[in-house]
């Protein structure tokens, strides 16, 4: 059975932020009053995601083996670099 869930928001910060999409480390720089849709689909997604708000950003977290696509202002934007490098730039602001 292939389910999905969908997740909005806007970025109303003065400033860009950094989406992080886990497990798969994808990470993109939302823009100031950006509209963001997160499509997960996959066999296993669950009814609700999670999501963790930091300082600079946020981490949306993702079952394992969903697929994930991220559309900003209405246009789909590829994966963006799978490294956790930025991520932990993101955790680290937020201690």
């Known amino acids: 059975m292939n389910n999905s869930q969908e997740f909005r ?7 860009r932020l950094l989406l992080v999409i886990e497990p798969i480390s994808s ?4 823009e ?12 296993d997604v669950p009814a609700t995601l999670d999501v963790e708000y ?3 950003g946020m981490v949306v977290y993702t079952s394992e083996g969903s697929r994930v696509q ?3 202002n ?3 934007l ?14 680290r602001q937020s201690s």
């Open 9 to 15: 928001f806007i970025n109303g910060a003065p400033k």
């Open 27 to 30: 990470e993109f720089w939302i």
């Open 32 to 43: 100031s009053h950006a509209t963001v849709k997160i499509l997960v689909e996959g066999d």
């Open 54 to 56: 930091l300082a600079g």
């Open 70 to 72: 991220v559309f900003k």
């Open 74 to 76: 209405g246009r789909h």
């Open 78 to 91: 590829p994966q963006g670099r799978r490294s956790k490098r930025m991520a932990s730039r993101l955790f």
